[in-house]
Nanobody, 116 residues
């Protein structure tokens, strides 16, 4: 079992910044990659960014140049620095951790609201 605890969501004006963090605990040896997804009202959950232990990083096109994912392997924590936020970034953000052979674990979600 893997537990993911997120923090850092909130309300911010357009152009502002937020930093999300997610710490994994439990049977964490097999998790890779870790990352962030988001789900806006009435829309499907979508990938935001992922990072592997080895440093391979992926971003969805809409956040490239604005969001930065980083990972602290020693602390089993993944961060998402979000700059230049836009109203369309408003969503519930979920931390994810893929466990080989078992599938994806999810955090409880943290709300990010960007006002115009």
């Amino acid at each position: 079992q893997v537990q993911l605890v997120e923090s850092g969501g909130g309300l911010v004006q357009a152009g502002g910044s937020l930093r999300l963090s997610c710490t994994a605990s439990g049977s964490i040896f097999g998790i890779d990659p870790m990352g962030w997804y988001r789900q806006a009202p009435g829309k499907q959950r979508e990938l935001v960014a992922t990072a592997t232990k080895g440093g391979s990083i992926k971003y969805t096109d809409s956040v490239k140049g604005r969001f930065t994912i980083s990972r602290d392997n020693a602390e089993n924590t993944v961060y998402l620095q979000m700059n230049s936020l836009k109203p369309e970034d408003t969503a519930v953000y979920y931390c994810s951790a893929y466990y080989v052979g078992l599938g994806t674990y999810w955090g409880q979600g943290t709300q990010v609201t960007v006002s115009s």
